[in-house]
């Protein structure tokens, strides 16, 4: 991948990840009162979506450390730590669905 290319996806993901922070924290605003175990429940995706989130922004802080060879597993390392964090936000989102409307 040139450089270009490679600072492209960067800027692109970076902007994603932006997108998803703003999702991440209305869904930790929200306020409501819900059953124990729906706060239980909560609470632990809350933390697995803040796990995954601080494990892609690792990965992409190390972005400038791989050559351009290893760029496209770095890529696909990535990608796979992306899809975590959404899955992980779904999650949330579908436990608290009939809350948050």
Same mark, same amino acid.
């Not at 972005?63 to 730590?81: G, P, R, T, Y």
């Given at each position: 991948?040139? @450089?270009?290319?490679? &600072?492209?996806?960067?800027? *692109?993901?970076?902007?994603?990840?932006?997108?998803?922070?703003?999702?991440?924290?209305?869904? &930790?605003?929200?306020r409501?009162?819900? %059953? +124990?175990?729906? &706060? %239980?429940?909560?609470s =632990?995706?809350?933390? *697995?979506?803040?796990? &995954?989130? =601080?494990?892609?922004? =690792?990965?992409?802080? =190390?972005? !400038? %450390?791989?050559? +351009? +060879?290893?760029?496209? @597993?770095? *890529? +696909?390392?990535?990608?796979?730590?992306?899809?975590?964090?959404?899955?992980?936000?779904?999650?949330?989102?579908?436990?608290?669905?009939?809350?948050? !409307?």
């Amino acid at each position: 991948m040139t @450089d270009s290319k490679r &600072k492209e996806w960067e800027a *692109k993901t970076h902007a994603k990840l932006r997108k998803l922070d703003a999702e991440i924290a209305e869904l &930790k605003a929200h306020r409501m009162e819900v %059953s +124990d175990q729906l &706060k %239980s429940k909560r609470s =632990e995706l809350s933390a *697995k979506m803040d796990e &995954k989130r =601080e494990a892609l922004e =690792e990965k992409l802080q =190390e972005l !400038n %450390s791989h050559s +351009d +060879d290893a760029w496209e @597993d770095f *890529k +696909d390392s990535v990608s796979a730590s992306w899809d975590e964090v959404t899955s992980a936000v779904l999650g949330v989102k579908a436990a608290l669905k009939d809350k948050l !409307n």
